[in-house]
């Protein structure tokens, strides 16, 4: 009866294995098609995935408790070990209409960071500043695009105005990608962290987007996006700053950073292996 012993003495990390079993089945069955009904415009098996998700949120991090680094070392490790359990929270089993929403919450974070990128280079060197405007022409238009299609997506989720949204977020994809290795030519070290730093920032926001839209897309939609990616992830990787996206993608939905950073590093192997 130790095991009965054990749960006693440590029911927080009982809890969590047992949130933890519930996510990786829900997840199985979720990929097998099995919903076990529905619950609102979702499904039950969604419902006990976003249940134990929340739940897995709340115990990361107990109210006094203290801190120290083996403490700090081992809750990473479970952010990460979590991480690879559950799907990122743009990417969940929701509904077309969820997802549409979803992606158009992102926008003003889209914009705001392309606006941003209109200012910077103010903040570069005079030599420096005419290679990132060039690289970044595209980002206006490509943006007002796609917020564009979000939009009409959100108030008409069919495969016609689907397919519009998947070129566009995969044009914007791509123009992120020329730019940051532009960008990474710059010589001045200070130019070029401004420079990367603001296009990150769009980056992220992009590819948020992105995996929002993998969720509503079949295989071979997916993969005929990713066959238009010309410039893959692994030739820009040296230039993606993760720890701005981890805070971004924390911000955006109220999660912890330790737990947004291993979902950006599971989103770029996501990425990588659907083709991008």
Sequence with gaps: MNFIANI???PKTSVTGLLLAAVTIAGALSQQGITLGTAGT???????????????GLLAKDPGE???STGSTAKLGVWALISLLLPLPFMSGCSARNVAQDIVNWTPTLESAVATVDTAAALLAPADAPIFAAATIGFDAACNV?????????????????????????????????SLLEAAKIINPNSQAHALNA???VGTAVTAILALVQTVSSKAQVAQ???????KLAAVRSSLDENKAAAMIAS???????????QVEQAELNAAQAGF
């Design 66 to 68: 203290q801190s120290n």
């Design 199 to 201: 296009i990150n920032a």
């Design 252 to 262: 955006h939905y109220g999660e912890p950073v330790e737990l947004a950073r291993a």
């Design 8 to 10: 006693w003495k440590n």
């Design 42 to 56: 979702g499904t039950v098996v969604t419902l006990i995935s976003g249940l134990a998700t929340a739940l897995l």
């Design 225 to 231: 996006m990713a066959a238009q990616s010309t410039i």
């Design 146 to 178: 796609l917020v564009a299609q979000a939009k009409a997506y959100l108030a008409n989720p069919n495969a016609t105005v689907l397919a519009q949204l998947q070129a566009a977020v995969v044009v914007f994809q791509q123009q992120v990608n020329a």
